[in-house]
């Protein structure tokens, strides 16, 4: 059953009339998330990006994770925010060196 305020929420988002972005980014080995827990990555609390799923290599897909999920390298994350948020995500994910 699809419920019309999602539909319109994801609309809006891919609209841009929220200023959202919806992107994947995966994480490289040499990547500070690697091995981090989510909570401990600030992304919801310092950058205000929502994380909305993971897929592993292995294909499992993990769906709103909490704060206790840990990043592994290649891990592909789906995530929602602003264009610069989800650039830095882009940047620290990569391993490049980032300041926010």
């Known amino acids: 059953m699809r419920n019309p305020a999602i539909d319109d929420l994801l609309d809006s ?36 990006v929502v994380v909305v799923s993971i897929q592993r290599p292995n294909g499992e897909a993990v769906f709103n994770p909490t704060g206790d999920f840990v990043f592994e390298p290649r891990d592909i994350i789906f995530a929602i925010g602003s264009d610069e948020a989800l650039d830095y995500l882009r940047i620290r994910a990569s391993g490049q060196p980032s300041e926010l």
Request: proline fraction near 0%; aromatic fraction near 2%; avoid cysteine.
């Open 13 to 48: 988002v891919s609209t841009g009339e929220l200023d959202l972005q919806a992107r994947h980014v995966v994480i490289d080995d040499s990547s500070d998330l690697a091995g981090q827990k989510l909570r401990f990555t600030h992304l919801k609390t310092g950058l205000n």
